[in-house]
C-alpha cells in the first residue's frame, strides 16, 4: 500500500501561467537559481503565505530530444526523484526543473541531484 505522503499530487504540479511568466521573468528578485548537474532550478518563493508543499513543473527540452518518448522518460526519471524526496516548506514555493543535460540520465544521477538541488532549499 502507497503511503500518502509520497504521492505527486495534481495540486503540487505547476500549471498557472502567471506564476510560470515570474518564474522566468530576468527582472524578478523574488526568483533565484540552483545549478546542480544535469538540472538547473528556478525557485520563486512568496513570503507570508502559508506553509506547504512546492508546486512544480519540470522541462526537458525537445532541441536536445527530439523524441518525444525520450522527453517523457527524463520528465517521469525527474517527477519520481522528487517524490521520494520532497519536504513541505516554510511558504509558498514554486519549482521549475529544467533539464539541461544532453543525454538520458540513470536514475542514481538524478536522485543525487535532486537531493542537492532540495538541500540548497532548505537553507
Known sequence: MERKDHTFSRQERL???KVIARLFDRN???CFTVPA???RAVVYREP??????????????KRNFKKAVTRNRIKRL?????????TPYSC????????VGKEIPEFN???RAMEFILDKLKS
Open 37 to 39: 548537474w544535469p538540472y
Open 15 to 17: 500549471k498557472s501561467n
Open 48 to 61: 507570508g503565505t502559508p506553509a506547504g508543499l512546492p508546486s512544480v513543473l519540470v522541462s526537458v527540452p
Open 92 to 99: 509558498k514555493t514554486y519549482i521549475a526543473f529544467l533539464y
Open 28 to 30: 524578478a528578485e523574488e
Open 109 to 111: 544521477r538524478v536522485q
Open 78 to 86: 525527474t517527477r519520481e526523484a522528487y517524490r521520494l524526496q520532497k
